[in-house]
């Protein structure tokens, strides 16, 4: 028989049986049309309509090109009718009309050796009772198998098996072709797929992100529905559903969802286990369906989208289900989140991975007459009442395993026979009667390589049971167990291409299949996709034509490979995306976008070829880095570099690629908030460059290691690593105008005004670069210098020309600070809204800072609740330590304009030890010390208002120095005192030539 490849046609298959007895068989032929890649035409899937069963049957037979008749035991139903003058049954009338057209006839008749129902009620069913039922169907079948070439069956599994196989025939289909319309083939053929671009639908029309695609059917969980009802008609917006892996929370809250979407003004179903989605792309793509907008219109920044859905979700009612929440919160923010078990999860790390996240939870519990519906495996933390418990505005649903009652509805409905039911439910109880354990033991037991069991459940126990005691397991580990045994059931090649689709982070396309090195032939990846169906492991989307698996089995499934194996099958995974079309990095506005390049560096590190990864992370980097500020998307991809840990250095062959490597991750971590995490990833980086003797990485590395001091409060260490940043660059005579300009910045920040006056006047051009006059305008504000207005503008107008996003913002914070000091809040109010805005936009460190300052603006113009509000939003933002600073003392600031002087006082006097950093100093070399100089100033001043002495700390004792030093510090100033001789020797050369030219 000769076979074809091409899978997807245009073509219908009618699927015709008697129905009430071969429910199963059914099931599986559409199912393998499905797989095949063909129309299914099956009585199930047709609407109500005023047309009788001859009409809609002869019809959809009129419709097909392939006919595949399916013949049991029933003759079926013969209608009354005038047009069935001989009396023969619906059935029979179709397989007539198939023939009487010429499409395809596929015939396939049950097996003496078919297996009957246990039950007397259900053999009723299976089996003809009438007498001239029974005439008529041994005539049928008798004209079928000596006039046609038949298929026998035993089992719906054995039926499929042969149905696909009939559908991959050459002739058959070639034949079906010809039955078409003019022009159809061609045209499907032609066909380009269409971008993958989202479409929005109009409102009230359901809008999902995507459709969730189950694999067993939902049944039973009346009292969760229950309240979910109730929640429905409560005034609480958010209701969170948590869940271990494997519950079935997802199938809960869409069958919910799909009950009642038409009791809102529109619906969203959004699911966060989609691949680079964000909660950025979720505020976006609701607001525009709920205003319908293009998504081109609607804001980029989180701040604007979020204000504007809020006052939709205000004025409306609407529904947001949020699915699979967990992923953006810290413990699942990383690639192998799809493959990662409940046993290896960091329960404690609940916040949300991204500060801008914080805030848009936060501001969902305002939602007020709209419902926001959650699907999470951890609760929130930005939910969580401030001294435990849930927030009052959030109902909570701890789900747990199937009732008793629902497991054996559950077996019902995979057709899995229980005669004895408290044998039965009481080993699910074992298990928790978790859905996930309950549907792969179905599966097993409805394998047909289990046909000795008769899909008979106590069968099963006869031979299973007391191997399934599990008494030293905890309930997470029987069910892992169970998960495990169900794949030991599955065939070699299944279990090898199940193990392969575990390598994906997100639902498998159908295209990719061939990518994973199981099959080049489409039939037998048809098949074993099939078995793994029918073993409740893998979930099958047709609509989208992907092939899925739940994260516990994805969890277990990626640990069935050896490390060989692994990385072969990984570097097929890179063959498979690095052919894709690459990304526009400069036209890129959302992570989801850059999917291609995140798979394609995840393949080369789960091959093993981590130079190669690298070097197509440097293209896309800075992407995520500026136009993003995707720090935490950054950490999860610079992440795999370090197999042994950030304590290790990268697994890498190029010493300037690992301490490239540290750099990037360091400056994930100190841009997302956290420098003194950054701090050892700077200084091992320095290490290397100091190994290598690479003097230009040397001075980048040494700067970057100081700011993230500074930022730490760690001001005289800063100090001394800038001074070493410049000292390399004045020796190696490399980027020295950057090194003077951190120099200042920590001079500046510590109020060594001398120092950072010294390192802008050390080149004329530092007055003209938007970089050095930023800080001098912070200088000048600080001081309170006549011309500080002047200087701050001029700073202004510079950046805003070089679109030095950074630097607009912290020149307007600073600008917002100065306005206070001059007791102008209306002239600062505006200033301080430029900052959060561009603070928002990237997430800056500052944030935090910014919010609260904003705070305290409307708190001096009388506002106290909106200056409340920020300082709430201020607590949630992201706000690296030396900014801690500013938050409390504009905290301080809010609460002693609002009389509330005890918290005023707790709050100044928290800012003013924050401020003294490392401390004040009268030592001629280290004078005026290392404090945080400015918000230390005004500490002092509000505590003085406040009647308040400032706490008595020690001041900056040099003698520390020597102990305080880093271990590394030696090796730095060795290299500078070898690159300051080979800088005076070339000097020295450069003066005797110029003296012999003499």
Known sequence: MSRITSRNLPLDVMISSTSRDLPLHRERATRVVLKRGLYPRVMESLPAADRDAITVSLDMVNEAEIYVGIFGRRYGHIPDDPRNPDGISITEMEYRRALERGIPVLCFVMSDDHPAPATVKELETFIEQSEEGKKKLRALIDEITSTRVVSFFESDHELGEQILNALYDEETIEKAKSFLPPGVLEAFEQATPPPAKDTIPTKPEFYARPAYAGGMGFVGRKAELTRLDAWAQAATPVMVVEAIGGQGKSALTWHWVERNKGNFDGVVWWSFYTQGTTMTDFLR???????????????????????????????????????????????????????????????????????????????????????????????PRAWEARYGGHHENTAHILLEGLSPEDALALAEQAHITVTDDGRVTRFLERFGFHPLVVGALLGVIGNPRNRR????????????????????????????HIVGYAIAGLSAPATELLARLALFRDAVPYAAMTALGVSADPQAIDGLLLELEDSGLVMYDPQRDQNDLHPVVRGYGQDLLAADERRAAFSRLYDYFEAQPEEDYDAVTEVAQL????????????????????????????????????????????????????????????????????????????????????????????????????????????????????????????RRLYAYSLRVALAAETDVNNNRLNVMIGAVSRGDWAAALEQYGADKDNADDGAYVRYRAEMAAARDEPDALDILRRALEMNLNWRRVRYVM??????????????????????????????????????????????????????????????????????SPIFEVERELAAAHVHHLAGERDAAVERALAAYRLAWADGESDHPDHKPGYTIWWPLHRARALLAELGVTPPDLPQFDPATIPADRLPIEDDIEAFIAELEAKQAERERKKTESTDEGD
């Open 285 to 379: 793509h609701t607001l525009a369906y709920v205003t319908g907008r293009p998504l081109d219109d609607v804001p980029r920044d989180d701040h604007e989208a979020r204000t504007e859905l809020l006052q939709a979700l205000r004025d409306g009612r609407y529904l947001l289900a949020l699915d699979g929440l967990e992923r953006v919160l810290t413990a699942y923010h990383r690639l192998d989140a799809a493959m990662i078990r409940d046993d290896q999860v960091e329960e404690d790390k609940r916040a949300a991975t991204n500060p801008r996240d914080t805030e848009t939870l936060a501001q969902l519990l305002t939602a007020a007459a709209s419902k926001i519906l959650v699907s999470t495996r951890l609760f």
């Open 453 to 480: 069991f008769h899909r008979s459940f106590d069968a099963w126990l006869d031979a299973n049971e007391r191997d399934f005691s599990l008494r030293d397991l905890d309930l997470r580990g029987r069910q892992t």
């Open 595 to 718: 999917n291609r390049s995140l798979e394609v560096v995840r393949a080369l590190q789960g091959a093993g070829r981590l130079d190669d990864a690298l070097g197509v992370y440097k293209g896309f980097g800075r992407t995520l880095f500026f136009n993003l500020g995707s720090y935490a998307h950054m950490r999860a991809l610079l992440e795999p570099f370090f197999p042994d840990g950030l304590d290790a250095p990268p697994a890498l062959a190029n010493a300037r690629d690992r301490s490239w490597v540290m750099n990037s991750m360091a400056q994930s971590l100190q841009l997302a908030g956290d420098p003194a995490e950054a701090v050892p990833l700077y200084l091992a980086a320095v290490a290397e460059d100091l190994g290598d003797s690479f003097a230009a990485g040397l001075a980048v590395k040494l700067r970057n290691a100081a700011k993230a001091m500074l930022e730490s409060r760690s001001s005289a260490r800063a």
């Open 810 to 879: 912290e020149i307007h914070y600073a600008w917002a600070l100065y306005a206070l000091g001059q007791g102008d809040p209306a002239g600062a109010l505006p200033h301080a809204q430029e900052a959060v805005r561009l603070a928002r936009q990237t997430n800056d460190r500052i944030q935090g800072a910014a919010l609260a300052v904003l705070g305290q603006i409307h708190a001096a113009l009388g506002d106290f609740a909106t200056a409340r509000d920020y300082l709430a939003q201020a607590g949630r933002a992201v706000c």
